[in-house]
């Protein structure tokens, strides 16, 4: 008799416990594509291959096997009714931390900055929490995968393309080393001398040209241990040197963050001498080396097109416009939702407001689309909607990029996501209890 109460009160405290658990969880990670599906009668729109009204797309084992119209479905296949739908291409952002930031007032949540200058074998994934609030807002708002990127020092370390949806950083990681970053020195730091801890008086740090001059000489020296590698000499294994090999054979890109003309043409006259591809990130003044950035293929991430102006003679509106005067320049860029892992999910919105001011609506699905995936290596996977890429996309009443329409469901490499974030979740608890005020009130 004991043993049978026993076991009913514990699972009347299961019964009772088990909501708070779920909601304690927000989302659930779903398992992978387990039929082929078909989605008919939307509108598509590809990015790469133009609009299709009326359209089909089919997907199997998380991979697009065909797009268009008036597509046979193949026999077995779950049809999934999409007319007045819009269907896009899940937005990335080519700058984030998300998953390795979480509060910003809580120290031990946030593991963005290495200790050190140097710090190339670092990377993003093996730090991320799958876990994170902020996966499921960044998702809500269309952003599906996401280059989650460390800083701090010279070499922060790489950026990893994480796709939205796992239960571990292993089955989020798309590219584990996508993008080296470098954060190109201040040439007009705020200097000043003042006294440390112990009433000493503090070193001056070091000049722009001692910082630039210590990045070159890293790369010499990274490039000797390749070189002295390859010739088969005997050296002592070094994790940073051997994390640079990708740079040099050019096979990922060194993402330089630089916003002044001075930084931006000084990181290039380095790039072009150091035979490596780079990318700028934030860009504040690449309107004015714009030519340089064309005649040699530069892309750029702006970092925000949110932001107020940063000098007294700027208009209001310059962050508002860069995207549109860099298009109409000729300049290739992607738009970024700002770093932070709280500013993921206005991805779509910075976007929107660059077409506010001037920007093709077109182009500015592009930045936040194909360009971001190009720039950093992944358009291969995802970007667009082709067939062989994986099947990573939204379903809306509308474009993403306008806040006014809804994102009603997103698949991850074929998984049909949970759409429940921790917005949504404390929403419906407080509209609930709005509910039941009004209740006892009338």
Do not use: C
């Not at 133009?50 to 077995?76: H, K, M, R, W």
């Not at 994480?162 to 201040?186: D, F, I, K, R």
């Not at 932070?340 to 206005?346: C, F, I, P, Q």
């Amino acid at each position: 008799m004991t043993t049978i109460k026993n076991a009913m009160t514990v699972a009347a405290a299961a019964a009772i416990l088990a909501p708070a658990a779920l909601d304690a969880q927000v989302r659930m990670t779903v398992p992978p594509q387990a039929e082929p599906i078909a989605i008919q009668g939307a509108t598509i729109h590809t990015v790469t291959n133009g609009v299709i009204e009326n359209g089909t797309i089919i997907f199997n084992d998380g991979v697009i096997t065909a797009i268009g119209a008036d597509l046979d479905i193949p026999a077995g296949t779950r049809v999934v009714d999409g007319a007045g739908k819009h269907i896009y291409p899940g937005l990335i952002d080519a700058y984030s931390t998300v998953g390795i930031s979480e509060i910003g007032a809580v120290d031990v949540s946030n593991d963005v900055n290495e200790l050190g200058d140097f710090n190339p074998n670092v990377r993003a994934d093996v730090a991320v929490n799958a876990e994170s609030r902020h996966i499921g807002t960044s998702r809500s708002a269309g952003v599906l995968v996401a280059f989650s990127t460390p800083g701090g020092g010279l070499v922060s370390g790489m950026s990893s393309a994480l796709s939205l949806e796992g239960w571990s950083w292993e089955e989020m990681s798309m590219e584990s080393a996508a993008a080296l970053n470098v954060n190109w020195p201040n040439p007009n730091p705020r200097r000043f001398r003042g006294f440390g801890g112990f009433g000493g008086p503090q070193e001056d740090p070091p000049t722009y040209e001692e910082q630039v001059q210590s990045l070159k000489s890293f790369f010499g020296e990274a490039r000797a241990y390749r070189d002295a590698v390859a010739a088969g000499e005997e050296v002592r294994t070094d994790s940073r040197y051997a994390a640079m090999m990708p740079v040099f054979n050019r096979e990922i890109p060194v993402v330089v963050s630089a916003d002044g003309a001075a930084q931006i043409n000084d990181a290039v006259t380095w790039a072009l001498e150091e035979d490596i591809r780079i990318v700028i990130r934030g860009g504040q003044d690449a309107i004015h080396v714009a030519d340089r950035l064309v005649a040699n293929d530069i892309p750029v991430i702006l970092t925000s097109t949110m932001a107020a102006p940063g000098r007294q003679y700027e208009g209001y509106d310059g962050a508002y416009t860069m995207p549109a005067r860099l298009y109409e320049a000729g300049v290739r860029f992607a738009i970024s939702g700002g770093s932070g892992s709280l500013y993921t999910n206005r991805l779509p919105w910075e976007a929107g407001v660059a077409v506010a001011f001037g920007l093709p609506e077109e182009e500015a699905l592009k930045a936040v689309t194909i360009n971001a995936a190009e720039f950093m290596g992944v358009s291969d996977r995802v970007g667009s909607l082709e067939p062989g890429k994986q099947a990573t996309f939204l379903i809306t009443t509308g474009t993403p990029l306008d806040m006014t329409n809804d994102i009603e469901q997103s698949y991850i490499q074929g998984r049909e996501i949970d759409m429940m974030d921790i917005q949504k979740f404390f929403f419906e608890k407080y509209m609930t209890k709005v509910m039941q005020y009004l209740r006892v009130v009338m």
